[in-house]
């Protein structure tokens, strides 16, 4: 089973990248049509000439609006639109990308997190360490495109409307220098930002707490536009998308006790600033 699991996530490795090249030969073709060389569709959309080579070869994901605009300024008649969620999908590990989707369509989010501060948090600079460190060791390239895609996720905080986002974070995590001591105030300070929007709470789970509802590790909550209630299951690299219910309610029921346990947010924010200030 494992070694079929393995063919299936190189082939959907194969297909994201299939994917890219193809569109980036489209995008190449309109952009001759058009009679512009790559640095002049770079000036015209805010792009270096490398980086539209980069495009053009499939080395790096073009995000949505880049598509957008380039399609209209390129008179494609929406040829380079109609690639574009599946453009979108190819930026993720294959595991993730079901989640990915169904992240994008949810109005609720609810997230529990144990060893790393979840990547809708994620500043660069701490996505780039983690992803450096990753066993077995990603190329550059590879770290450099999953960096954009955790970034490329954060949009949904200027989603309009946005989406509800509730997380409860282990003080473990806060207390982890991922990426090193400047790297790691960064994230705090950035997380106590990110917790002062409206529709997000934070909150952390302290390390002195003897009850604890969450060991048998973290999960993700989902609510869909149409109200589908999804949960997410990752480890290991091993990912599942749960829609039964009585799975779902569980969870459910499992996270409204860990924001019980935890501290409440404004105690929450009040231990990341200490952590800022004794470091």
């Not at 409307?161 to 991922?178: C, D, K, M, T, Y």
């Not at 690299?237 to 749960?242: C, E, K, P, Y």
Request: aromatic content about 6%; overall charge negative; glycine content about 8%.
């Amino acid at each position: 089973m494992e070694e079929q699991r393995q063919q299936v996530d190189g082939q959907e490795q194969e297909a994201g990248a299939g994917i890219l090249h193809v569109f980036g030969r489209q995008l190449k073709l309109c952009r001759e049509r058009a009679g512009l060389d790559r640095a002049e569709l770079g000036s015209r959309t805010g792009y270096s000439a490398s980086t539209i080579a980069s495009f053009e070869q499939g080395r790096r994901i073009p995000p949505p609006r880049f598509i957008d605009n380039v399609d209209e300024l390129l008179d494609a008649g929406g040829l380079l639109k109609a690639g574009k969620e599946e453009v979108a999908r190819a930026q993720y590990p294959a595991f993730f990308r079901d989640a990915a989707r169904l992240e994008g369509e949810a109005v609720e989010i609810h997230l529990y997190d144990t060893h790393l501060v979840n990547g809708l948090l994620q500043t660069e600079e701490y996505a780039r360490a983690v992803f450096a460190m990753w066993q077995p060791l990603l190329d550059e390239a590879i770290i450099e495109q999953r960096v954009a895609a955790r970034l490329a996720r954060q949009e949904i905080f200027t989603r309009r409307p946005g989406p509800h986002l509730s997380f409860v974070i282990e003080e473990a995590v806060l207390l982890r220098p991922i990426g090193g001591k400047t790297t790691w105030r960064g994230q705090l300070e950035h997380l106590m930002l990110l917790a002062e929007k409206r529709n997000v709470v934070v909150q952390v789970m302290p390390l002195a707490r003897q009850e604890h509802a969450g060991l048998a590790g973290p999960f993700t909550l989902m609510e869909t536009r149409d109200e589908r209630r999804i949960a997410y299951t990752e480890v290991q690299g091993d990912s599942r998308v749960h829609t039964e219910r009585q799975k779902v309610r569980g969870l459910e029921r499992t996270y409204g006790i860990l924001r019980a346990q935890a501290l409440t947010p404004t105690d929450s924010l009040a231990l990341i600033e200490k952590l800022l200030g004794e470091r």
